[in-house]
């Protein structure tokens, strides 16, 4: 026998709260978190989760950011914009990524890493100057074409 609308409509909310009731929650207990992800994949997978959760949270969301980073300042991420070949942003708002100093590895050498961090920076700073003056000039000069 077909169902009625009502029926697919109480089925369906009945099916949207139980999905949402297993979804973790950013204000969710430690305990309510671990009994939604044994729940969601069983206690055996989840404990032999435990052993590996450092190196997994280390590869997805990298180390934490070096306090005096000379390039994202101990924030761990960095606004990027993009510069078409003729010098102009081609993105309206800057775009953020991870910073360098959040994907070291644990033998790299610091001061090498500072360095190269500092020289990312200033070159980061030479894109974001102005485009060139023959730039400029030929802009002017293709707006007087247009008129």
């Not at 280390?58 to 761990?76: F, H, M, R, V």
Request: glycine share 6%; aromatic share 4%; charged share 35%.
């Amino acid at each position: 026998m077909a169902l009625t609308n009502a029926e697919r409509q109480r089925r369906w909310r009945d099916k949207r709260n139980d999905l949402a009731k297993q979804a973790i929650h950013e204000d969710d207990s430690d305990r309510e978190v671990v009994r939604k992800i044994v729940d969601a994949i069983g206690a055996q997978r989840a404990r032999a989760l435990v052993g590996k959760m450092g190196s997994l949270i280390t590869a997805i969301a990298g180390k934490e950011p070096l306090s005096d980073c000379p390039l994202c300042e101990g924030k761990g991420r960095v606004m990027i914009d993009v510069y078409g070949p003729c010098g102009f942003k081609e993105n309206t708002a800057p775009l953020a990524g991870p910073c360098q100093c959040t994907r070291r590895k644990r033998d790299d050498n610091l001061a090498e890493l500072y360095d190269d961090l500092r020289s990312e920076r200033e070159r980061l700073q030479r894109a974001r100057a102005p485009p060139t003056s023959w730039a400029l000039a030929a802009g002017r000069q293709w707006l007087k074409l247009d008129l």
